[in-house]
């Protein structure tokens, strides 16, 4: 299958080849989506962004307009590095190859968490 990028780096094409970065990018995005889904079932019940990181980049009432951009654009940017990373020069950087994308990973799982158990909290 020949995939053609039009506003992407080289080694982002390349990273759509390597099945283990893209395993990750999956399993990423699989996360984000299942964190902005539990968000705007939290922010519909009538709470807020409750993480002040999150909250400079979403607003305390995120909507799907600026979740999913912001999100896409995690995902590349983690998908990108983590293959500069398992192609790199440098034996120690190729070894923590999957931490971008792993730290993502968790970040969003413990969005989820957090929307999940804060559902039962009183606004």
């Known amino acids: 299958m020949i995939m053609e990028c039009i506003l992407l ?4 094409c390349r ?5 283990p970065v893209m395993t ?6 699989t996360a984000l989506l299942a964190d902005g889904v539990t968000t705007r079932e939290r ?6 962004e409750f993480d002040p990181v999150t909250k400079i980049f979403l607003g305390s009432r995120p909507t799907w307009a600026r979740m ?3 999100g896409a654009v995690q995902c590349l940017l ?6 500069r990373m398992r192609t790199s020069t440098h034996k120690w ?9 792993s730290v993502g ?17 009183v606004p």
Request: charged content about 15%.
């Open 9 to 12: 780096s080289a080694s982002l």
């Open 15 to 19: 990273a759509t080849h390597d099945k």
């Open 24 to 29: 990750l990018a999956l399993s990423q995005s």
């Open 43 to 48: 922010v519909r019940l009538g709470y807020t």
């Open 68 to 70: 999913a951009p912001l």
């Open 78 to 83: 983690e998908t990108w590095l983590a293959e």
């Open 93 to 101: 950087i190729r070894r923590f190859w999957w931490l971008p994308q």
């Open 105 to 121: 990973i968790g970040g969003n799982i413990w969005g989820v968490q957090s929307n999940r158990t804060g559902l039962r909290a």
